[in-house]
């Protein structure tokens, strides 16, 4: 099973930031890379898909990158409704593993 | 509208049987890869199993053996039948249908349901 690490657990910022986070895969999984978005109580969002395409409907301050084991999410601008968990998952082998998240906090 | 509604979570004893259904509007489920996702209270996202447009289905190795994943093209339904249940697969249970342009994967869920909480316990 491929373990993603993502890094930091959480991390302060304020609206306005620009805020970067790690997905790091456990062996290459080339660019087969999806990030969520999930709000308290909510279900979860694709907003990255094949580690660096926007899903639809997705703000372009949102942006992916990386490719192999190292995998970024930006999000420029950080608006209010930005604050909420982030799962990277890897969808390059049976069983898809997701991160354990990175929570964005209000600072 | 498209959306995934799912049905049929509860309360379970330990080793006993439970039945989700992930009702499907605005598409085809049988069209589409979809996937059961769970998340246990305050934890993160655990994929469970995935039905391919083609039929062909995978679980996770925990699950193995005890769920099935099925669906019915008549009544545009996904379903998870599990059995034998175990305190650990106490969660919130998501359906999710895979977008495409995901290269193949079926896995870029671009679609979730609201979720169906399962509480397994004495």
Redesign the interface.
């Known amino acids: 099973?491929i373990q993603m690490t993502q890094s930091p657990s959480s991390l302060s910022a304020s609206v306005g930031d620009s805020v970067t986070f790690t997905c790091r895969a456990s062996q290459s999984i080339g660019?087969?890379l999806?990030w969520?978005q999930?709000k308290p109580g909510k279900?979860?969002?694709?907003l990255i898909?094949?580690a660096s395409?926007l899903?639809s409907g997705v703000p372009s301050r949102f942006s992916g990158s990386g490719s192999g084991t190292d995998f970024t999410l930006t999000i420029n601008n950080l608006q209010p409704e930005d604050f909420a968990t982030y799962?990277c998952?890897q969808?390059?082998t049976?069983?898809?593993?997701?991160?354990?998240?990175t929570k964005v906090q209000i600072k | 509208e498209v959306q995934l509604v799912e049905t049929g979570g509860g309360l379970v004893q330990p080793g006993g049987s439970l039945g989700l259904s992930c009702a499907a509007s605005g598409f085809t489920v049988s069209a589409y890869d979809m996937s059961w996702v769970r998340q246990a209270p305050g934890k993160g996202l655990e994929w469970v199993s995935v039905i391919y447009a083609g039929a062909t289905t995978n679980y996770r190795d925990s699950v193995k053996g005890r769920f099935i994943i099925s669906r019915d093209h008549s009544k545009n339904t996904l379903f998870l039948q599990m059995n034998s249940v175990r305190a650990e697969d106490t969660a919130v249970y998501y359906c999710a249908r895979a977008s495409r342009g995901c290269m193949g994967s079926g896995g870029c869920l671009g679609l979730w349901g609201q979720g169906t909480q399962v509480s397994v316990s004495s």
């Not at chain 1, 279900?43 to 694709?46: I, K, Q, S």
């Not at chain 1, 049976?94 to 998240?101: A, H, L, N, R, Y």
């Open positions: 099973e660019i087969y999806n969520y999930q279900a979860p969002n694709l898909y094949i395409h899903q799962y998952q969808t390059y049976i069983p898809w593993t997701f991160g354990q998240g």
